[in-house]
């Protein structure tokens, strides 16, 4: 837990570290939350938002730029549409077997 806050107060994202410890985003905000950390969104920069538009456009898929850029859906869906990114249709669902 210790090694945890330590490191995001070094700058590592809380994406990052959920991922190194196997636990969902979300665990280790509440962690730090729990232990008064401040808890930071990181912010997409001007370039990133351009990157991702043009991917976009290019074909990528919501999911394939959010994990590229280590953002979260929700961040991905705010830049495009800042970027006046038209949204291509929502693909049909996989059904479950």
Do not use: C, F, W
């Amino acid at each position: 837990m210790a090694d945890i806050i330590h490191r995001y107060e070094a700058g590592e994202s809380a994406r990052s570290l959920s991922e190194q410890y196997g636990v969902s985003t979300s665990a280790v905000v509440n962690l730090l939350r729990d232990n008064a950390v401040v808890v930071k969104k990181r912010r997409v920069t001007n370039a990133e938002a351009k990157a991702m538009a043009e991917e976009y456009e290019a074909g990528a898929t919501v999911a394939v730029i959010e994990n590229k850029h280590k953002v979260s859906h929700g961040a991905v869906l705010r830049s495009l549409h800042r970027s006046g990114v038209a949204m291509r249709a929502k693909g049909p669902r996989k059904l479950s077997k």
